[in-house]
């Protein structure tokens, strides 16, 4: 089957700018994530969202930062007013619960801001 | 608070030099561990879980295994296609990251034909 698939895969802003990034997790899992991945670092958790549960935001660097959920299918990450620092690659993974159950990700959007 | 340290931060193999990857963890509970590899821009791929010390898998020319402390990634006689950077990642019992993993920075292993 399909597995997780992100869109775009490369993003080139200017800084202050609005960038929306897509996850489309896989189909049938109720647990969704973000992380970030910045150059030289490890990937550093952002958000989970968890059937219709209220999300765990408590990754979330600054309120710049929002995601949102449509039921259990697509998620996007929107990063306003966009800096310098938030260039990275963002990574999403679903998980059939969140848990002990195993978490796949996507082939993550490359965000580079100019 | 939760932490996953990888070493070492980079390892050169000959094409069948067999070596360990190591990760080091401090957790509040640990629910799971996980190893993944990650080829270059590309998302991590999944490896192993392992959930309890003792436990032990094993995938082709991969062995991971986990003590209370620490979980090892051991590669035996590997090949140029082994090469990628590898991530070790925890999850936690208790506490506030419950849900997500928490990682490690990897091990970038280059194997030389």
């Known amino acids: 089957g399909a597995g997780v698939s992100q869109s775009p895969s490369n993003k080139v802003t200017e800084k202050g700018k609005d960038v929306e990034l897509r996850c489309d997790p896989i189909s049938g899992h109720t647990a969704l994530y973000w992380y970030r991945q910045r150059l030289g670092q490890g990937l550093e958790f952002l958000i989970y969202f968890q059937g219709n549960s209220a999300p765990d935001k408590s990754g979330l660097p600054s309120d710049r930062f929002s995601a949102e959920r449509t039921g259990e299918s697509v998620s996007t990450l929107t990063i306003q007013r966009t800096q310098q620092e938030d260039s990275a690659v963002y990574l999403c993974a679903s998980s059939l619960v969140a848990g002990t159950d195993t978490q796949y990700f996507g082939p993550g959007t490359r965000l580079t801001v100019l | 608070e939760d932490q996953v340290t990888q070493s070492p931060e980079a390892l050169r193999l000959q094409e069948g030099e067999s070596s360990s990857l190591n990760c080091s963890y401090t957790v509040s509970g640990l629910r799971g561990l996980f190893w993944y590899r990650q080829d270059p821009g590309k998302g991590p791929e999944f490896l192993f879980t392992?959930?309890?010390a003792g436990e032990e898998k094993e995938k082709e020319r991969l062995k991971a295994t986990l003590t209370k402390k620490e979980s090892f990634l051991h590669i035996t006689a590997p090949k140029p296609e082994d090469s990628a950077t590898y991530l070790c990642a925890v999850q936690a019992k208790y506490g506030g990251s419950q849900g997500n993993l928490i990682f490690g920075k990897g091990t970038k292993l280059s194997v030389k034909p």
């Open positions: 392992l959930y309890s």
